[in-house]
């Protein structure tokens, strides 16, 4: 087996930048983020024969930035120059890397003005990192890449030169901001608030050359666990005061710093409840402790009740975000952003989007999305997720926040072409309007330019087929419990965790009606709620999450529930066997290390995918006792 | 809530010692054990005003060893004396506790004489305890009770006063030797044959005080591991060398080593397969080692494929220990035991006797069992083991080996009660005819003894009430993987562990017959061969063991299955409920830390029972659609 490389460069090796390392550049502008840009152009010019002229010099590009925050740039033609013109250093570095992914285009005379700026103004990926290895969840919780980038032996890392290269790729992205740890915060990662504040200032130096802020993780019970308060009661004044005078501090050493993200009362995590307050007393507590900067806090909406009981149909965790803060509407202060998981559950293949982002109009929302794959395939299965993506509502939203897939594995992400979901969620960021396959095809285009078309078969339908196999029609989980990998279709049907199908010999799926259900149908404006709330129109790729019905209910497509079950889960193995061959068959252009690691990955989720169909089908057929209409082996 | 005391007397408190104690007694013959049993005597008259005398003075008692290694002793009246004249050392420590255990009656005039020698020549407790703790399965592999009393931070304790307490519990009940590391013997504890001995010389030293032998669980790569050698080949003349010289080394540290224990090809461990070998080649080539000798190998039977196919309904991990061992009867030497696992799974609640120990008449056989409630409730759940044991084939056995509970928790075994699961096992192993009932009457009255009434009333039946609220007819496993607590019925049944139910919704159980199965009701001999193949004579506890059949089927008792299933499941529950309300109604004469400890393990008894209870019958009904014939809740 070939060696991987040390680093992979993603979408931006040294090629990328062809085009522009050839001509000739002016750059325009002042501080670090210019300097970044100078740095970046002069690289590439050494690399392709161009340069960077004096002020006067006739220029094929130009790149200006005036003085303002904004993010934004124009970018077209003036004369015989291509101007990026931006509103302020951060613009222009989104302005080089829009010129970047053009290419030749950019340069094109026949270049048609158009101006850019991101629709959501904090796009951020939060690291699900550790300082300290967590017995159970390892180093990067729900990570599928190795270790952290910016921890090891519970501390900063000495050699932070991935740190760099991220904060690179993620610029060339979109990406504003980063959160460095865990949202469960344990012990050593809650000192990084006050005493190892230190080690957030470094990497925060180090993302500040590329545009992005450091956010922390914060644990709501920090005064107590730091020893210096027996309460953390948001409207005890001495916690308020505690929380003003280290959020001094936190600013004192990171001028920028960008605010806190906190997991309260929820799974075991601290939080308001413990001292009869409410999540908004909560959050604007912090939030009281940040208004003096330019700063956030984001309060997790994702709290629910995970010590259910499995008998008691009446409660619905689906429900529970939607039920926790849609009453608190308008009670947040300015600076907090409420955190939304993009569907009811937890970042399951298919969900409906989240109720909660339609019944806040007085809340800042963001949106939170999961690039690491813990439910769609731990980033050992092809499952490129941004056609989910693009069907929620992000255009209104405060923020698009997504949890990091990185670690110090060589090429980033375990399986290469899972770098394309971390690409394309900076990207998301910036404009959800774009088309994903279209987000697809510049990654391709910059990643790996020999290979789009191999690619696109592999990836355009990835996620379809990575629903294809697994659990059906939006029941969801039907996965091993703990790690979250592979089939165990009861793994989850009778604990406490609230994650149910409730199948049995006729039917299965979750009524979640109003008129027989749990009622959160009706949490959703119409015309949504009248189309979940019927059979007849419920879209059939969410039937199961939001009703019962018997196996031989027929569905939208013609077919009925069981036989559309086998029918799938044949399809969907049979489509990652295809992907396989494809794969194999494309081994000429292809970089051997590349080539090996998808392969390998390959293997497994062809086995995994048949391992998926066996035990759905088998586990249905035994249940329903109705044999596949196309006489398929069932075990 | 009380504090435990700092160490439980269990089955030899002061007061058992009371009609010894109070006695003149005579003590006559040599040796090391000889002053064990002086000493104790001594302790006894301290407290209770009896005392050790002179020859030829009159005594209650007389206690004479001749010097034969024989472990027997006679008991009987000689004029006005109660006299136990033993063949040696070791049968008048037996002699001594026999007494003990007889209390005043042991002084009656009209005692009988009886003599009483050991059924079983080896009788060996086996810790799976890990010198380092396993980042998996901590320091006790299935251990219920805390850390090890043997090993901490890597090394033996510094405190063995617990090991010295031990010994003398173990040898009260018949015990005579003991293994002091885990048979899935890791890297630290692979040293424990070369380098570590001192350590285990240092424990043979305590044990030997108590006429216990230790036994070392040694790894059959241990020649490659520990760096000497790159085979392990053993019918290479190195390894052969390899293994006689290391033993030569453990025998002059050790002169009264007991033995090996070997785990080999089974669930990862190595084994001579590696090398195209048989077990017989494996255990033979030890044996060879133990040879000069009074020592023996003892060989796992339990080997099996741990990888299976779920889908490949015609491997039967039943099968597995007689198709491995079975063709090779007649081939292990002398020194060499088998030690099989008392069913041809794992330990489950119930399940026939394994066709192995009728199937190797000219192989030395011991049976092992499991004290540790690894399948039978953790320990957190009532559940005297007895009645399951008292069925087994002891009598012709080599020996009889048994899982130990014990760790370093106050009251040895976690549950205070699960004591008189140690306890009887070594009484079975002594004499497998005595009754288990009266066994554990033997147990309350040395431990207990206020308790009678009380304990009965709660242990008698105790596992057949844990039968009745976990996996139903035989059927086995529908535990939750890993940990092995609490239900899951699909838990298994899509792994490669080979532990199915094939529930479907028509029925359930495992086809073992000859006629339309795996055939392995046939490796039994008749007329269990021909009681086990047909579903009219198979008794109705192990009916799924051998039998899938439709959930009407109509059981020998007249019951269902299905409401068999419901009953017994609804009975379970309700007998425990029963035990816990007399446990509480119990709590005047009951020390308070004991008193407190039970009840906490009551109430989980509890919870869990019911937990059984409506999982086990909700996923039944679900499958089968038939409802509880008595309308009782089911969810």
Same mark, same amino acid.
């Given at each position: 087996m070939s060696q991987p490389p040390e680093v992979h460069s993603a979408w931006l090796p040294p090629s990328a930048f062809r085009a522009l390392g050839s001509r000739r550049i002016r750059i325009e502008g002042r501080g670090l983020l210019v300097d970044t840009v100078r740095s970046e152009v002069a690289q590439a010019c050494a690399s392709f024969g161009g340069r960077i002229c004096e002020p006067g010099e006739p220029a094929d590009l130009v790149l200006d930035a005036s003085v303002?925050?904004?993010?934004?740039?124009?970018?077209?033609?003036?004369?015989? %120059?291509?101007? @990026?013109?931006?509103?302020?250093?951060?613009?222009?570095?989104?302005?080089?890397?829009?010129?970047?992914?053009?290419?030749?285009?950019?340069? =094109?005379?026949?270049?048609?003005?158009?101006?850019?700026?991101?629709?959501?103004?904090?796009?951020?990926?939060?690291?699900?990192?550790?300082?300290?290895?967590?017995? +159970?969840?390892?180093?990067?919780?729900?990570?599928?890449?190795?270790?952290?980038?910016?921890?090891?032996?519970g501390r900063l890392r000495e050699d932070l030169t991935r740190v760099r290269g991220y904060a690179r790729l993620l610029a060339a992205t979109g990406i504003n901001a980063v959160t460095v740890n865990n949202v469960n915060v344990h012990t050593t990662e809650t000192h990084l608030l006050t005493d190892g504040l230190g080690q957030v200032a470094t990497l925060a130096g180090i993302f500040r050359a590329y545009g992005i802020r450091v956010h922390l993780s914060v644990n709501f019970a920090a005064p107590v666990i730091l020893g210096d308060l027996d309460t953390?009661?948001?409207?005890?004044?001495?916690?308020?005061?505690?929380?003003?005078?280290?959020?001094?501090r936190v600013f004192e050493a990171i001028p920028d710093f960008g605010g806190?993200?906190?997991?309260?009362?929820?799974?075991?995590?601290?939080?308001? /409840?413990?001292?009869?307050?409410?999540h908004a007393d909560g959050a604007n507590m912090l939030a009281a402790a940040l208004a003096p900067y330019d700063a956030v806090v984001r309060w997790r909406a994702f709290v629910y009740n995970h010590r259910q009981d499995w008998r008691d149909?009446?409660?619905?965790?689906?429900?529970?975000? /939607?039920?926790?803060?849609?009453?608190?509407?308008?009670?947040?202060?300015?600076?907090?952003?409420?955190? +939304?998981?993009?569907?009811?559950?937890?970042?399951?293949?298919?969900?409906? @989007? %989240?109720? +909660?982002?339609?019944?806040?109009?007085?809340?800042?929302?963001? +949106?939170e999305l999961q690039v690491t794959q813990e439910y769609?395939?731990?980033?050992?299965? @092809?499952?490129?997720?941004?056609?989910?993506?693009?069907s929620l509502p992000l255009r209104s939203a405060a923020g698009l926040t997504a949890v990091s897939s990185v670690g110090d594995d060589p090429f980033w992400t375990g399986h290469p072409l899972a770098q394309a979901n971390l690409y394309a969620v900076g990207r998301l960021g910036w404009n959800p309007g774009l088309d994903p396959l279209a987000v697809l095809d510049e990654w391709i285009s910059l990643t790996f330019p020999g290979l789009r078309e191999v690619l696109h078969d592999l990836m355009d339908d990835s996620w379809q087929t990575y629903e294809q196999y697994t659990a059906p029609l939006g029941v969801g989980f039907m996965v091993r419990p703990g790690h979250h990998y592979g089939p165990d279709v009861d793994g989850y049907e009778y604990t406490p965790w609230g994650t149910y199908h409730f199948a049995d010999r006729d039917g299965v799926g979750v009524d979640r009606t109003v008129a027989t259900g749990t009622g959160f149908a009706g949490l959703y404006p119409k015309p949504?709620?009248?189309?979940?709330?019927?059979?007849?129109?419920?879209?059939?790729?969410?039937?199961?999450? /939001?009703?019962?019905?018997?196996? =031989?209910?027929?569905?939208?497509?013609?077919?009925? @529930?069981?036989?559309?079950?086998? =029918?799938?889960?044949?399809?969907?193995?049979?489509?990652?066997?295809?992907?396989?061959?494809r794969w194999l068959s494309a081994a000429g252009p292809v970089d051997p290390a590349v080539h090996a690691r998808v392969a390998e990955r390959l293997d497994e989720q062809l086995r995994s995918a048949e391992e998926w169909r066996d035990q759905i089908n088998t586990y249905f057929y035994r249940k329903s006792g109705i044999p596949d209409a196309k006489g398929r082996t069932i075990h």
């Open positions: 303002t925050s904004s993010e934004g740039f124009r970018i077209g033609r003036l004369g015989e %120059s291509t101007v @990026v013109a931006a509103d302020g250093p951060a613009g222009l570095l989104h302005g080089l890397f829009e010129v970047v992914r053009r290419g030749e285009a950019a340069f =094109d005379p026949a270049l048609a003005e158009e101006r850019h700026e991101p629709a959501l103004p904090l796009r951020v990926l939060d690291h699900w990192d550790n300082v300290d290895v967590h017995p +159970v969840m390892g180093q990067v919780e729900r990570g599928y890449s190795g270790g952290s980038i910016f921890w090891r032996n953390a009661d948001p409207l005890d004044d001495a916690v308020r005061q505690w929380w003003k005078r280290t959020t001094e806190y993200l906190v997991k309260a009362d929820s799974e075991g995590q601290p939080g308001p /409840f413990t001292y009869g307050r409410d149909r009446t409660t619905d965790r689906a429900r529970a975000a /939607f039920d926790h803060f849609a009453p608190l509407d308008g009670r947040f202060d300015d600076n907090v952003i409420v955190q +939304v998981k993009h569907g009811p559950m937890d970042f399951q293949t298919r969900e409906p @989007v %989240s109720p +909660v982002l339609f019944a806040m109009p007085y809340t800042r929302l963001a +949106v769609t395939g731990q980033q050992k299965h @092809v499952c490129y997720l941004p056609p989910m993506w693009s949504f709620s009248q189309l979940y709330e019927s059979r007849a129109t419920c879209p059939d790729e969410l039937l199961l999450f /939001f009703h019962h019905v018997p196996y =031989d209910h027929v569905l939208q497509s013609g077919t009925t @529930v069981i036989q559309h079950i086998y =029918d799938t889960h044949f399809a969907g193995a049979e489509r990652v066997a295809g992907m396989r061959e």
